[in-house]
């Protein structure tokens, strides 16, 4: 279990940088299928076919639509078995054997195997049962398959589905747009041509609508993109059953994050919280915010926009399953020497540059606390305790007493945190008192 965590984390990581890349390919190809319908409409409208070019007004909803299927289709394959392929280089099969005894000795049967994983695959005698997967340990009946296929099986065809459209990201593309109304764009067809507008005067009335389509294909694409790839990662990692304990949130740093979910990063969510500890109602699975809406500032969406952050599995403490005390002190021993380069957002807020804290907290807070510092504010300065941007008046009314409280409780979050991290990417778990937020 060593180091498991901080392998995945790794592969998380990198498989993270290619889902971006991934979603960006979407959002291009997204955009392009718009532009190629949007040409023909424009030619139809020179050649003064009104009924063509109303018809091709659909063309230009649709063909982001498919496009996008398509891209989050083949997400679903390719973010199945790269999450596969990073649990099974960095999770021992021996912690999932002993699993797999304590959980058929308990009586668990879904412990390893998520039901509703082994009821979708339809035939319910091809299913893998928990007596399958301890046959194929005690080797006396090896199934076909290697033991990593049974346990992440690829998804069948509805699962896939089920997957891809999750998301109400159909209705997205045309909502906020004209689009939405298609009488409204049809009109502007036929009357410019019949009142004999040039089709040059025609596109420029129809460009801010089919502009809005391109910019909400181009933003659905890419979060989506992101959507899936983590919700197909979250299924590999659930078969990993009681090995988890729950999960970490890592956001990507810099002046574009949500200040509420830079300041969350590193923050470990239970599936059975202790007092103190965050569950699972506050755990966001990006791109969505978590259901618990004290986790986010009054007002905005459920659906972060663009979010990059991702989850990682919560391994269980090796201490409480079977091992030597001889590894265990290996790893007390280690506990303090071992630091591995985790950063919060505290820190990189005091090695960005004067602009990029400005573009993150707001001029305007960023002057009136300078003001009332005398220098330079660090992030503790603007935020509260939930990890959300105080407001500019709030900021400006606090008194200096208040304030040194508010920024004293932020600053020993955040040394909790990085604590919290650089424990569980160097043992997998969170040694000792499991109390750290
Ligand atoms: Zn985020």
Partial sequence: MRQANERLAAHAHIRQVSVHNRADVAANAAERAIRVAWNQLLRMIQAGRADVAILLLDEIRYAPMRTILGHLKSLVKWGHASAVKAVKASVPLGSIKRKVKDGSQLGESRLVIDDRRLSAVGDISEALTLTDILAFFRGDEPPDQDIWSLLFPAFTPEQVDRVVFSGNWRDRITAGTKLGDPGELARIISAGLTFGKTHQEIARDLKPHVQGVVASARRVARTECMRVAQDVQMQAHKQLGGLIIGWQVLATLDQHSRPWHAHRNGQVYYLNPKPGQKGMKQRPTPPDEPMDPAERPPGTSRTAWNCRCTLLPVLSDPS????????????????????????????????????????????????????????????????????????????????????????????????????AQAQLVTFGFIPGKRNNS
């Fill in 320 to 419: 409480e399953e079977v091992l030597p005390q001889s590894a265990r002190k290996v790893l007390s021993d280690n506990a303090s020497s071992v630091v591995p380069d985790t950063l919060t957002m505290g820190q990189w807020f005091s090695r960005a540059p004067l602009r990029d804290q400005k573009t993150l907290v707001g001029v305007k807070r960023y002057n009136e606390l300078k003001a009332q510092l005398g220098e330079r504010p660090s992030w503790a300065h603007f935020i509260d305790a939930s990890g959300q941007l105080l407001p500019l008046d709030r900021l400006s009314n606090e008194t200096a007493r208040q304030r040194t409280v508010r920024v004293e409780t932020v600053r020993k979050q955040l040394a909790q945190r990085k604590t």
